[in-house]
């Protein structure tokens, strides 16, 4: 594939009124000004001014939506350092306040991705948000460039090709090298000059541009897993702009995005840890083993059992890779995951097993998305894989290795150091072989006043994660749910973080310092019933596949 290099990226000044971030917000400042740059500024300007004066033209989202449930299309550019190229849908989506006497502003959102559509997250926010919070905010949604209905890309990949978390093995290494080049080729020939610009610069940029048209000074936003990525960064494009920021479940903006995806290996192991010991702990009632050693041992023979013959349930063959990638999440819940091993054993000893509670090794699950509603007919199959890896890929491109070999190397290496899951999220991945990224990746390090939500036992963003973006934000508080299982944490019935969370959207008031909650039974049940398939559409909370954040 071709590499692009770092272009320079064009500063453009527009009226405060279009808030000057937009166009500004940029890794490399502009030269000084001389007739010709000047010249360009002004038409970028105009070009930016255009879009602002867009008059969304909402009308009802669905004919069986409810009728508050209102969506519109604007414009916005493509590249933001040529704003009067070719420009894009944005699918946008809101549900006015409840009390426009009482209204405090907009409340954006994201579910997560990167990939999710978000157009009907305002939906699940109504189900779910205290109805004093609907009487402060418009809930507004969006489906982020590319995604959905928002100018959908697509790689033209086959189902077979989306499998992209393979495990490490030597004789299938070369054929996962030839797959992450092809995906990689396949991405550049389909899309490759609207991929470079789906990132997540562009998408707080456009954001920042939604913010204008609907005429309002500052967002509020709630955004879960990678939803927390987007908000971070555009707390760093535009902090003037950023009211009241929630983010739910948080990327280590560092570590976007090999990072991230190896936190999966490394988030596993100490929740492995605490699995063998509370199932120990209940061995006269599972028979796992009277001992966190002997669990163990009963978990890795299993395996190995799997990897000279794959063990049947219902017909269906569970291969050793199966048991331990579908580990990886389930063991984040101690009890989904003993009981999954139950069940297995069963199947092990040719005794009828259930098939249900064993769906995360089987795979019979399915990876549902929350909030698509989008409809089938309009987006390509391939659309969330695609925006996927335009934003992994193209976000920081220096963060991936270029040389093969490397991810030989790492995924032994981490196999070794993390069993459980290292080799699935170190091995080779197509942004190997992706362009290089057009701007550098997005530094997180400002004062915002914003608050991040985590739980302690999360598995597509382990605490660490949570604490870093903590750090990264300096003005910001954090919640942290003890014992707390499940990706999403608000709004989930426990008192205290639920109280926290409104307490703040309602009075933009910080808590004095960080908050520890405690999990209760309840809210840990409420994660558990969150990551089954059945989830609606519009559900706030985030990405439930496996394999997105």
């Not at 320079?8 to 940029?26: E, F, I, M, N």
């Not at 490399?28 to 500024?41: C, K």
């Not at 499940?486 to 703040?504: F, K, L, Q, R, S």
Request: aromatic content about 8%; proline content about 7%.
């Amino acid at each position: 594939m071709r590499r692009r290099r770092l272009a320079p990226l064009l500063a453009v000044s527009v009226t405060a009124t279009l808030a000057p971030a937009l166009a500004t917000s940029t890794a490399t400042a502009a030269p000084a000004a001389t007739p010709s740059t000047a010249s360009s500024s002004a038409a970028a300007k105009g070009a930016l001014d255009r879009y602002v004066q867009q008059k969304p033209q909402w009308k009802r989202c669905e004919a069986d939506a409810p009728a508050e449930f209102e969506c519109a299309t604007i414009k916005v550019p493509l590249d933001y350092r040529v704003p009067g190229g070719k420009r894009i849908d944005l699918a946008i989506s809101r549900i006015r306040s409840t009390a426009p006497d009482k209204r405090h502003g907009v409340l954006f959102s994201n579910p997560g991705g990167p990939g999710g559509p978000g157009l009907y997250t305002p939906l699940g926010l109504q189900e779910r948000l205290p109805e004093s919070a609907q009487r402060k905010y418009d809930l507004i949604g969006f489906d982020p460039r590319g995604v959905g209905r928002s100018s959908p890309v697509s790689c033209g990949l086959e189902p077979e090709e989306e499998n992209w978390l393979r495990p490490y093995k030597e004789e299938t290494f070369g054929k996962d090298v030839a797959w992450a080049r092809a995906v990689a080729n396949k991405c550049e020939e389909n899309a490759g000059d609207t991929l470079a610009h789906i990132t997540t610069r562009n998408t707080a940029r456009d954001m920042d541009l939604l913010r204008a048209i609907l005429g309002e000074k500052k967002i509020s936003y709630v955004g879960y897993s990678y939803g927390t990525y987007l908000g971070a960064v555009y707390t760093q494009l535009f902090p003037g702009r950023a009211d009241r920021f929630v983010l739910d479940s948080a990327v280590d903006p560092a570590r976007a995005w090999r990072g991230m995806i190896q936190w999966w290996a490394e988030g596993a192991e100490p929740a492995f840890d605490r699995w063998t010991g509370w199932a120990a702990e209940r061995s006269e009632k599972y028979g796992l083993g009277d001992t966190p050693k002997e669990v163990d041992r009963t978990f890795w023979g299993l395996v190995a059992q799997a990897d000279e013959k794959p063990i049947e349930v219902e017909g269906q063959p569970t291969t050793g890779d199966d048991i331990r990638s579908g580990m990886r999440g389930a063991v984040f819940s101690p009890q989904e995951a003993t009981e999954a091993i139950v069940e297995l054993k069963k199947a092990a000893a040719g005794e009828p097993a259930s098939a249900r509670k064993l769906a995360a090794f089987t795979g019979s699950q399915g990876t549902g998305t929350a909030g698509a509603a989008t409809d089938a007919a309009e987006v390509p199959s391939d659309n969330m894989t695609a925006s996927f890896w335009a934003v992994v890929c193209g976000d920081n491109s220096s963060a991936w290795s270029r040389d093969p070999e490397s991810y030989r190397r790492d995924a032994i290496e981490d196999k070794g150091r993390y069993p459980l899951y290292g080799d699935f999220a170190s091995s080779i991945k197509p942004c190997a072989f992706w362009d290089e990224s057009v701007e550098p990746a997005t530094e997180v390090n400002n004062k915002v006043r914003s608050l991040v939500v985590q739980n302690e036992w999360d598995s597509q963003t382990p605490l660490p994660s949570g604490q870093a973006l903590h750090a990264a934000l300096k003005g910001s508080k954090m919640v942290t749910v003890l014992g707390g299982e499940g990706h999403g944490v608000y709004p989930n019935g426990n008192a205290c973080t639920d109280g926290t969370v409104t307490g703040y959207l309602l009075s933009g008031k910080l808590p004095a310092k960080d908050v520890t909650c405690e999990a209760t039974a309840d809210s840990n049940a409420e994660a558990r019933k969150n990551r089954q398939p059945d989830a609606l559409p519009g559900s706030p909370l985030p990405e439930r596949a496996p394999d997105r954040f």
